[in-house]
Each structure stands twice: as C-alpha cells, then as structure tokens.
C-alpha cells in the first residue's frame, strides 16, 4: 500500500460496518449514521433562470434526490436562490438546498440567507493566487483572516441553524497549503482542518467535509487520511460527502466514480454521496442509489470467521504486495501491469473483442493466447476465498509462479478477497493474485458498478495482479471492457485514452455534452493520453491538473487550450476549438492517427 494510503479505524477489513458518524441538521432530512446514506446531484440549468432552474429541480429530486446543490458565483445569483426557494417549496418540494461557492465570502454569506446548507471550498474562500513571496508572516497573515472572516460566516450559520460543508478539492488546493504540505492528501487534509478548527472555536458542529478529486487513489487516500487523522485528534466524526471530480460520461465515468466511491462505502465510509456525471443530473440519481443499496446489503451478510486481521495487519500485509509477488516471466506479477484473463464459454467466438484479454481461461482451467495458442509453462490454481486448505498452500509454496485465482462467492466480495488474501499472506505464499467472481447481473450498467466497486476497492488496497471475471448473461466483450476500465480507473494500467470531464452546473460556458462527443470522436484512439474537458475556468484548470491536455471554457463562445498546467492558446472561437486542440496535440508530439483498429497491450 502506498505511503499516502492510510484506513479507517473501525471494524476489520473483514467486516462491514458503517462508520458512526454525528448527525447533521440539514433542513428537513438530517445527515448522519442513523439515518440512510443520502444521495445527490447538482443543478446545470442558470442559477439566475429561475423558470429553468425550478423545473430541472423538479426533475432530480422526483429521481430521488435527497439534496440539490446550485453554484453561486455572486451576490446577485446568491438572492436568486431565495426566489428559486421559495418556488420549490410552493410547490411542495422541501428538499434541502446547498449553495456552491467559489472566491466569493459575499456571496457564501447572502446564500446562507436563503438555503439550508452552504458549500465553501477552503482553497478559494480567503486565498487568492499569485503570490510570490512566501514567509511565515505571509502564512500567519492568511491564517488570521480565515479566522476572522470565514468565523464571522460560521456564527452566522450558527444563528440560522445551517449547515456548512467544507468541500477540499484536490485540484484548487491554496498555494499556501501547497507550498506547506505539497499537492498532496495531507494538504488537502490540512486545508480541511484549518477551517474545521474555526467552526470548532464557534462550538459549531453542523459540519459535512468532503474530500475530492478526479483521482481515485488521490480521492480515497485523503477520504481515509481524514476519517483517521479526526480520530487520532478526538475530533467528533463528522458525516462525510463521497464524490469522484469530473468523473467524465457513459460506462467510463460510472465506472471510475464506483471505484472511488464503493470502494469507501465498502468500509463504511460516507454518508451522503454525489456520482459527478457529464449528463443531465437527473440520471446520476439512479447509478448513486443503485451503488448505495448494493453496498449497504452487506450490513445483514455474514462475515468471514477465524483469526480476522486488525487494520494494522491488513496495512502491513498490504505493503508492497503487487510488485512484491513472483514474476511470471514478463506475463504476470512482480513489476508486471496488471492483467485480464477471460474464462471461455464453449463455442464463443473471440475474434469479435476488438479490446483484447491478455489470455484465455479455457473450461478446464488451461491459459490460451487470444489466438488460441496454449500458453506454455504458466499454471493456473482456483481457490475459494471462504476456505484455503493447507495442501494448496503447500502447492504454491513449491510452485511460486502458479496463478492464484482468488474466486469470492459471498455477499460481501471485499471481505472475502481481503479474507483469502491475508491467509495466502500469513503463510508466506508471495503467487500473483487474481480476483475471480462472477455476477450473475442482466444489467450491464449495474454489472459495471459492482464490479468496479468490489475490484477497485482491493486494487486500491495495494494488491491484486489482475482480473478474471464472468457475468454469464452479458456479451463476454463488455465484461472485458469492464475489467480495463476498472484498472485504468484506479489508475494501475492505462488502455484508452482518459477524458476528465466535469459534470457542467450554471457556470457551463457551452454544450458540455456535444462537446464531450465530439473530442472523444476525434480522439479516442489516443491510448494512455490524458485529456480535460471542463466547462469554466473556476475550478477547470485545477480539477484537471494531471491531464495531458485541457479544454476549458474561457468566456461564451470562447475556449482555453491547455498542455498540462499551461495555458497554451486563449480564447479560441469554439467553433474551431477541437480543430486547434488536435493541432495542440500533434505540435507536442502525442498525435497518432486512427489504425482502425482498437487494441489493448
């Protein structure tokens, strides 16, 4: 496990069980572990449209949302959220409404007039960009004026029985936090306890924090950093908002939105969570409630039994496992990426995959080429994570370049994988590890979050070699996809090209959805190329911070182009703008043209 990777000290790794967090008042639906996991979304339609605004409204919270978040950008917008509110609850709508706010105290403080909860971003509330003298002076200065102007924003939340989330953004952390503790989940956790410390000197407790980024390991690892470093401090758990940032669109943003938040919920981590898709919000209602309710099932299922790890056993058998396991040639484990094996059904016909699995798992447990040619000299072991029998680990201690696929069967396929994986462990056996299941899902969208979920949450544990999966009632093809998307997600192999695409709110300068369509179209075919679509300058170029290259709406009509950080062509006329983003991309060396052909190596 990664030195940034720290757990949540609850129950075992083997175990589920929500974390008991505080309740939080948030109008009429309080937050917190007695209460459901709540889910979210966040309105696209103009703030200052009401009419537009009321019935987008209307649409997410018939798809069960429980929350509705609108940007805020100033005073003006600020006070139309009161018109906005007013018109919901006329229509008998009383779900609890939360004001986004970026670089603006002003208006944080005019929509904590008229809504129930108020986001702030520590990065952008009191620091600005641009300094270039740094000394503790400086530090101490910034310090006080968070003290003093976001205090006064607390007591006044306190006076109007609000709720505040101190929402952390990865990608717009202060170069103050950065320059202190680097662009890192501990700056991120830092940034968050500064402010938390203000609304605690107020004796103000109606708290929700969220740590985010587009980054599923950076995500996950501040998340767990957090919920430890308040425990360590005695802090009062807090209820804790999941989202993955500018998670992109279809199969690839759900996909990499349950990495990030299943593998939390997984561990009972997160009390209300938001699926941050590029379509209208009303359809991340849905794939949220969907991931809630196929975790939270788990509470009823049984639990492994034996000599369970602590969370300090689990971490340390974890340390380094992937890369420390027994090469198989240049096939599989040691520095080796991460591979996908594909059981067969009899008589498929696998030249129809146009992304190909590494090899074939015949029915009788023999690896092929996709080709069909056997793979020579490479053993295969099944073994049920329930139940390890000690001649199989005599087995693979004599045979260490064996195969190990680690099948779960159980409700709960974390604790399972995690069971199986610290008995191999215990023992010595240092085999690569696959994790092997099989859903027996008709749907393929619900298909693709559970296994994201589950996989994902041991890939972010730090082990796990590869992938074998099966769901009998889908096309073999997308559950190949699947597994691809899945590494890729958590970043530990790179197959396509990854689009981190915002989910758009009122401050969109353009179509975010056409335009997604039409850069993905041009594209695509880049594989391992990082490209960000955002739709504003407020949080784009910060939330995309380790892309490649970058789109990011600049004014009406207008688009910024970037390479990495740097912004490289300003104002380019969108009509053009995907034109001169590929001439960006070929000037640098990245282009490729299509080969008619999309493989995976």
Partial sequence: MSD??????????????????????????????????????????STLDTEAAVA?????????????????????????????????????LTTPLVADIHFNPTAADTALEYVEKVRINPGNYVDSKGRTEWNDEVYRTLHRQVEERFGAFVLRAKELGRAIRIGVNHGSLS??????????????????????DVCRAHDFHDIVISMKSSNTVVMTAAVRLLVERLH??????????????????????????????????????GDTIRVSLSEEPECEIPVA?????????????????????????????CRDARRGTTAVGAFAGGNNLPIVLLPTREGEDLQVYPQRPDAILTPNGQLRAYNGTPIIGVSVCALSSESIAEEAIQRLLEHPQTLILLESRGENPVADWRWGFTQLRRRGITNPILLKRTYEETNLDLFRLYAAADCGSILLD????????????????????????????????????????CPGCGRTLYNLQNTIAEIKAATAHLKGLKIGIM???????????????????????????????????????????????????REHGDWKEPDGESQVS
Wanted: aromatic fraction near 6%; glycine fraction near 12%.
């Fill in 4 to 45: 940034i990777q720290a757990s949540y000290l609850g129950a075992e790794p083997c175990q589920y069980h929500r974390r008991s967090s505080i309740i939080v008042q948030i109008g009429d639906t309080p937050l917190g572990v007695d209460y459901p996991i709540r889910v979210q979304s966040m309105a696209t339609a």
């Fill in 56 to 92: 987008q409204a209307e649409r997410i919270i018939s798809a069960g949302a429980e929350y509705l978040r609108y940007t805020a950008q100033d005073k003006r917008v600020a006070t139309n959220l009161g018109v906005i509110h007013q018109a919901l609850r006329a229509r008998g």
């Fill in 175 to 196: 170069e103050r936090m950065v320059m202190l503790y680097g662009d890192t989940p501990e700056g991120m956790v830092q940034s968050c306890l500064e402010y938390l």
């Fill in 232 to 269: 360590t401090l005695g802090y009062p758990a807090y209820p804790l908002h999941l989202g993955v940032t500018e998670a992109g669109e279809g199969e690839d943003g759900r996909i990499k939105s349950s990495v990030g938040i299943g593998s939390l919920l997984a561990d009972g981590i």
């Fill in 289 to 317: 409630r969907a991931l809630v309710d196929y975790i939270t099932r788990r509470e009823a299922a049984s639990t492994a039994e034996g000599d369970l790890p602590s969370w300090e056993e689990y971490r340390e058998l």
């Fill in 462 to 501: 730090g082990w796990g070699n590869g992938l074998c999966l099966e769901a009998p009632h889908l096309e073999a093809e997308e559950v190949v996809k699947t597994a691809f998307g899945i590494l890729q997600a958590t970043r530990l192999r790179m197959s396509k090209t990854e689009f981190i695409s």
């Fill in 535 to 585: 739709g504003c300058i407020v949080n784009g170029p910060g939330e995309m911070a380790d892309a490649d290259y970058g789109y990011v709406g600049a004014a009406p009509g207008k688009i910024d182009l970037y390479k990495g950080q740097e912004c490289i062509k300003k104002g380019v006329p969108q009509a053009q703008a995907v034109e001169h983003l590929i001439a960006l991309i």
